[in-house]
Every structure is written in structure tokens, then in C-alpha cells.
């Protein structure tokens, strides 16, 4: 961990590739790597260049970014938790990215420390503030998550009261492809939730026009027998 502790801190890029690649191997085997914990201060070092690589300009080097801290929350599970603070705004900065590949990465790993490092309702405590970032796609990609969310865990584990609100400011967005993906979470909350959210709508003053284009989706969904909720 020494030796990756120094070589994380590298600019050149053929140098970060390689580094990489020798850390996913050597995180892939417990019994080459005991030392991963040894020093709380080291890691910390560790996985906070690793933050910076994940918002690198070059997308190769986010992407084994990204894989690299995926290899981190497997090994270290739990103790991941206090490392999400770090990790989670240049996940929602790269869910924004121009590159199909790496939006895609970002959202999956946020999945992924759902999964293995701390419940999704502290994930989304934390991951509200993307409905309100300065790149239309990094808000759109909030609104994408929490669909996977919804569709992995269920409205559950949630507190969707604290998110609906969010989304219904993101329904007025000035980017059309972040409204859509707001229709397309409302739609999902409510084929989890059913009738209450239609009565929530009502009162948080969304235009009438959009109000009911939203109300006339809710409808399908519920006539086509695709409710959640039984």
C-alpha cells in the first residue's frame, strides 16, 4: 500500500493506467494484499486521489477510476461508509459526462455503495444535491438513479417524501431531457407508491398542462397492470 499510496499521486497518464490495473489485481486477492487497512491515514490518501482520478479530463483514466474505487467498496464493504462523503460528488459530476460509458460507470457504482457500503437511504441523503447541479446531464442522471434505485430496492428503504420535491422542481427544468427523466422517476414513484403521490402533485403548484400530461401517464401505467403496489 506504500508503493500505491505514491504512485496514485501520479499525473502522466500511461503511468495512472498502469498503476491501476496493478491495484485492481492487487485488491482482486486478499492473501497478496493484508495490508489494505493497516493504515487508516494511508488509505484515506489512497482513495482520495482515486476521487480525483474518477473527474480526470481523460475518460480512460475516470473509468479505471471508477473501477478501481468498485474494487475498494468490495473489498472494504461497510467500511466504505465513511468514504462516501468523498466519493459521491464526482460520481454525480461524471453522470454528467459526454461519454455514455462513464455516465453509466458513475451510476453504477453509486448502486454499488447502495449494495455494499451503506443503506440507499443515505446514499440519497446525500445524492439530493445532483437535482440541483450545474450540468443538465448530472441532474438528468439523478433522475436515471433513482429509477434503478426504485426498481433494486423498491420505494422501502427510502424517504421519498424528502426526494419528490426535488423531482417536481426538475419537471420545470429548462433542459427537456432532465424534464423527461422527471416524468419518467414520477412515474416510477408512483407505480410504487400509487395514489398518494397523485394527490401530493396536486399541491405543489406544477402547471396544469404538465400536471396532467403526468396524471394521463399514471393512468396507463395503472390500466396496463404494471403497479408495484397490488
Known amino acids: 500500500m506504500d508503493y500505491f499510496c505514491d504512485q496514485v499521486q501520479q499525473k502522466d497518464v500511461g503511468r495512472r493506467l498502469q498503476v491501476g490495473q496493478e491495484l485492481l489485481e492487487y485488491l482482486s486477492d486478499p492473501a497478496k494484499s493484508p495490508d489494505v487497512e493497516q493504515d487508516q491515514q494511508r488509505l484515506d490518501k489512497v482513495i482520495d486521489e482515486l476521487a480525483g482520478w474518477v473527474n480526470a479530463s481523460n475518460f480512460k483514466v475516470a473509468l479505471l477510476g471508477l473501477d478501481v474505487l468498485g474494487a475498494f467498496v468490495n473489498r472494504l464493504s461497510g467500511r466504505f461508509k465513511s468514504y462516501i462523503g468523498t466519493v459521491l460528488l464526482p460520481l454525480i459530476d461524471r453522470m454528467g459526462d459526454a461519454k455514455d460509458q462513464v455516465r453509466e460507470q458513475a ?72 424534464r423527461d427523466a422527471a416524468i419518467l422517476a414520477i412515474v416510477e414513484v408512483y407505480r410504487h407508491v400509487g395514489e398518494k403521490v397523485r394527490i401530493d402533485l396536486t399541491k405543489r403548484g406544477i402547471p396544469p398542462g404538465r400536471l396532467q400530461t403526468i396524471f394521463t401517464k399514471f393512468d396507463e401505467v395503472r390500466n396496463s397492470g404494471n403497479m408495484i403496489l397490488s
Open 107 to 178: 451510476q453504477n457504482l453509486i448502486l454499488k455503495l447502495m449494495d455494499g457500503a451503506a443503506p440507499p437511504l443515505y446514499i440519497w441523503e446525500r445524492l439530493v444535491v445532483g437535482f440541483k447541479h450545474k450540468n443538465y446531464r448530472s441532474r438528468e442522471g439523478v433522475c436515471l438513479c433513482l429509477i434503478a434505485t426504485l426498481n433494486i430496492y423498491g420505494a422501502q428503504p427510502l424517504s421519498l417524501s424528502k426526494i419528490v420535491p426535488h423531482l417536481c422542481a426538475a419537471l420545470g427544468d429548462s433542459n427537456s431531457q432532465v
